[in-house]
């Protein structure tokens, strides 16, 4: 399979699943739940990174992959749902940063 139609396919299923987690109860159910492990790892993430002197987003970045496969490991969580946490994870960065500026 070419690079094109390997790409294609796997941006239909992220699309399938976003989709998927939008429309239907159970996947608000799983969005949910997803916010709400991505918000309690936030917190460990966020109290690791004060014990750091001048932390910077590649530190957490790494701090993010490093909890997040060993979250998804215990919890036994899908590649795709390992995937989209560790996304908004990273997103967090910014507010996390305006927050260390101001402590």
Known sequence: ?????????????????LMWLNVTPKGKEMRAKLTTEADLLFKELKESLKKLEGPTREMYDALVERAVEEYAAKKE???DMKNMLMKE???????????????
């Open 1 to 17: 399979m070419g690079n094109f139609k390997r790409g294609l396919f796997l941006g239909g299923l992220l699309g399938a699943a």
């Open 77 to 79: 969580m899908a590649a």
């Open 89 to 103: 994870l990273k997103k967090r960065w910014k507010n996390l940063a305006a927050d260390l500026r101001n402590k």
